[in-house]
Structure formats: C-alpha cells, structure tokens
C-alpha cells in the first residue's frame, strides 16, 4: 500500500487561519460537514471532550448537582418573556417553521440557552425553603446561528456543552457557588488543557443578556492577538425569578424570589488549545486531556526478530496501562515508523516509545517528546517511573510555555495613544478604566474596521494597585479599576 503524504502545507507563524484549519482535520480532530459553521467531531475529538467532562462531572457531583435533559424546542412566547435575554440571543436563534410541507401554527426555537426551557417548571417545582437549593445540570448541544466567521469549535452554529442551573434562597449563597464554578472553570483550562487564563468580572455591556454579572475565564492567542472567553458562571440575580414566578416559603411562611445561576463551558475550550499549543508538525496534547498519552512504535529492521520486538512493544502497552497510563500499539505492517512517527505527531501524543532490536539487546526502550523532540533511552525494567515522571513534565511545560508567551503579550498602557499603538501590535492591553458602559460604546466605535472592535475582555480579580489620581485611557474621567481590553473571537 502506497503510504499518504503527511505534513502540514502553512505554517502557524505565517498564516495563522489557513494554519488552524489544516490542523483540526489533519489531525482527526475535525471534518468539514456540508452545512456551513457545522462540524462532524472525530472520536480524537470527542475523546478528549469526555475527560474533561469525566472531571468536571466529579466535581459537581460533589455540590449535588443533579442530572437533567431539557427539550431542545422553546416556544416562542416563553422566549420572549425575558425582554433583555431575547434581544441578546435574537440575531442568532433558529426557528424551526414548517413540518413536512405544512406551516406550524406558531414558530419553535431551538434553544441557544436553556434558561427559558427550564425556568417554567422550576417554578413548578420550587415551593418551600425545603426545596432549596434547587442544582441542575445538563450535557446538550447548542443551536446558535453565528453568520459572521465561523470557525471549528471557536464559533460554530451548533456546539456541545454543560450548562448548570441553581437557585438559592439567598445572594450570598449565589455568590459563592458563581466563584467555585468559576474556579472549576480555571482548573479544566490551566490543570487539563495547560492553558493559561485570567479569571474576572464582565463588563455591564459584556455580562449575559438579563443576568445581574457575570464571571469568565480569559485565554489569548499570542498568534493573533485576540482574547476568547473560556467559560462563563453568571448570577443572574432575581430577574429570572420575578419573570417566571420562581419563588419559594421561609421559615415563617413569607414568599420570597429565589437568587439564580447559570455557568457553562464548551467544546471551544478544546478549539482554544490547539490554538495554545499546536505546532507546524500538527496538534500537541497535553498529557491530562490526550486520549493515547503513550504511542509505541515497533521499528524492525531487516533480518530482525520481529516477534520478539512485537512482543516487547506489547509488553510495553501492557505494563503502562496497567499502572493508570493511557498507551496504545501501532502495530500496523503497511506503514513505515518513519510514516507513524509523523502521524502521531500530527494527532499529538505526548509520548512515542519506539523498540528496535538494539532496544531489545540493551533491555531499554527510547522515548521521544512530543513537545520538545527530546529522545532518552531508558532501562526497560524502570519504564512506568520514568514515563509517569515525562508525563508531569511535559504538562507543566506546555502550561508555563504558554503563560510565558502569554505574558510577553501584556501591554500595560495609561492612554489613548499607547492603546492604539498597542492594538495594533496585537497585545493584550491592561488598562486604567472609569467602568461606564458609554465609553466602552466609545472604544468600539473608535476602533472599529476589518480586524473587528476593541472591547474589554474582563476586569481581572487579581488587581494591580490603582495610584489616587489615575484617570481613565479612554475618557480622562477617574479610573475605578484595570481592566484587560483587546479584541477577540
């Protein structure tokens, strides 16, 4: 069998778009579908989708977080009943309008969220104190018809993804459940996708349509300079409540609203990592969220003792999985290791274990990083140490690779003109701000054209010290905080 070219035709560092889309199909991550922004996710995709939920889903389950599956239809009269929400999600819901070749007697949404799907029947359902906390969540997908640029996993018409749904007798109970889904949230991008993120506050004109704040995690690709938001946990006060009658009995028999919220991530996140760490030889995983963490290749030279090597290398797949290591065996006879070592290096994996009859005569094994191309040749009866020991590492390399490329991309900046400039130099701009919705409307306005507008991406918890005296970059009025601006996905 004739081997297939392997290889990537762009390079990241020179066309960035062209780049990413070769990538994600190259690697099987991704294959393009017949209807535009739609994608068919790959089982290396969906793989990786299922450890992340693996942990996330343990740590809600911790919180009590009960399992739930929603319609995917909304009628329209219970989307529209929150006048704000609707407006936000307007331009991107679809409306299903026929049945065979018959008009419905009135249109049905596909849910872009699922807060009014749901909020009806908690109404229903949430009577007294005793029913409090009320903690749903469900796995679904997503409808949501983006016309402007889309991208695979980074803007898609239809998404997967978590959506939790809470409600509380009181705020403070609401605030604190926001911020520990919220610190999830940063564990699965930094922990799992050694991804670095800024945790913060969404501007007025930034939160979710109808809630009262929200929260976000915030990655950058150095590569474009662009901010994508990772993951979001609103509060969405009393309002939903008020809308939907969702109120409960104290104590004393005293009706009041419940405090809500709702959090989410989404296949993005896996979209935002090959973006992070991908290079011009494919994808690279990091160790926590690779399907296949250790490939092993067996490399038999003429008049070699094939079996034996075969029998090493299954040895090998053996010994690591049996110690809690995800390995696998390319055992394949019509490709060459020279064609396998490139495959896999496309798909990603962090490990390659390659035995060759001098592997067999010395009782090692070679083993060769993904991340960095680094080989050792290691005693075959100290293997499972040694590879638990590379699998560490290179997750915490990738991570502070990328926080220092990250880092080296912050731009603190005092006005007007040193954000523009710094705009332009694709930076991720840390900034003076009066917090007033107008003068966001201002920044956008100003900075408008092909690249798209400059907006804020969150106002980060982590403060730096604001001088008495500081004035805003955008409006000269007193600055109230920092917050990080640039544009985004």
Known sequence: MKETKLGMSFKKHDKFGEWYSEVIVNSEMIEYYDISGCYILRPW???????????????????????????????????????????????EV???????????????????TSETAMYPYFSKWIRSHRDL?????????????????PTPFIRSREFLWQEGHTAFATKEEADEEVLHILELYRRIYEEFLA??????RKSEMEKFAGGLYTTSVEAFVPNTGRGIQGATSHCLGQNFAKMFDIRFEDEKGKRSFVWQNSWAYTTRSIGVMVMTHGDDKGIVL?????????????????????????????????TLNQAGMRADLDARDNYSPGWKYSHWEMKG?????????????????????????????????????????????????L???????????????????????ALNEKKLILAPWCDEEEVEKDVKARTKGDLGAAKT????????????????????????????WGRSY
């Open 286 to 318: 990091p160790p926590r969220v690779a399907p296949i963490q250790v490939i092993v290749i067996p490399v038999p030279f003429r008049d070699a003792d094939t079996v034996a090597i075969n029998d090493a290398c299954e040895s090998a797949v053996y």
């Open 195 to 200: 991804v670095p993120v800024f945790k913060g």
């Open 399 to 421: 991570f502070e690779s990328a926080k220092q490329k990250r880092d080296a991309c912050i731009e603190v900046i005092h006005t007007w003109d040193e954000f523009t400039a």
């Open 45 to 91: 995709a969906m793989e990786i989708w299922e450890l992340m939920k693996e942990f996330f889903e343990a740590e809600i389950k911790k919180l009590k977080l009960k399992p739930y599956y929603f319609p995917l239809f909304i009628t329209e009269d219970v989307l529209q009943k929150e006048k704000d929400h609707v407006e936000g999600f307007a331009p």
């Open 133 to 149: 906390p009320w903690k749903c969540n469900q796995w679904c997908n997503i409808i949501r018809w983006e016309f402007s640029s």
């Open 349 to 397: 994996i962090p490990l390659r274990i390659e035995i060759g009859p001098r592997d067999l005569a010395n009782k090692q094994v070679r083993i060769v990083r993904r991340d960095n191309s680094a080989k050792a040749d290691i005693p075959s009866t100290e293997l499972v140490e040694h590879v638990r020991m590379l699998l560490d590492e290179i997750q915490d390399s």
């Open 457 to 484: 991406l969150c106002t980060p918890f982590d403060q730096p010290d604001l001088p008495e005296g500081t004035v805003c970059f955008a409006s000269g009025k007193p600055a109230k905080t920092w917050s990080f």
């Open 94 to 112: 679809a409306w299903v309008t026929k049945s065979g070749k018959s008009d419905l007697e009135a249109p049905i949404a596909v849910r872009p």
